[in-house]
């Protein structure tokens, strides 16, 4: 029998654009996720205001379902390629350290998309 191990996908220097100016970060691939997911210092620093935010949505943690602040960013470019008005979900990732966020299929969905996982390679098309 083989042995699997469960690697994750890092993306790195993702550009996250909010009204004020944008952050370039790190972020786990994560294809099981409805939305891309930044911190709250991220937030804040692109210019919006997490606890301001009238709109929430709920997720499930590995501490039970939480409500978390739902936001649209202006833009988020992988690369060369970009999405604009792309809905995020403001929480931090305490457990994974120099990641910021999840780059989830809120941002995907816009894509057909091919993950090589023994090669560890995303392609966006």
Request: proline fraction near 5%; hydrophobic fraction near 45%; charged fraction near 25%.
């Amino acid at each position: 029998m083989q042995q699997s191990l469960k690697i994750p996908i890092v993306i790195p220097r993702v550009k996250i654009e909010g009204p004020k100016t944008f952050r370039e970060i790190d972020m786990i691939l994560d294809t099981g996720a409805a939305y891309t997911m930044i911190s709250w210092d991220i937030a804040k620093d692109i210019g919006y205001d997490p606890a301001g935010s009238l709109k929430r949505t709920s997720i499930v943690t590995a501490n039970g379902i939480i409500e978390v602040p739902l936001l649209k960013v202006k833009k988020i470019t992988v690369k060369d390629i970009a999405v604009k008005n792309v809905e995020v979900i403001c929480h931090n990732i305490p457990e994974v350290v120099g990641i910021e966020g999840l780059l989830g299929l809120s941002f995907l969905k816009e894509f057909r998309t091919l993950i090589d996982y023994r090669k560890k390679i995303l392609e966006i098309i």
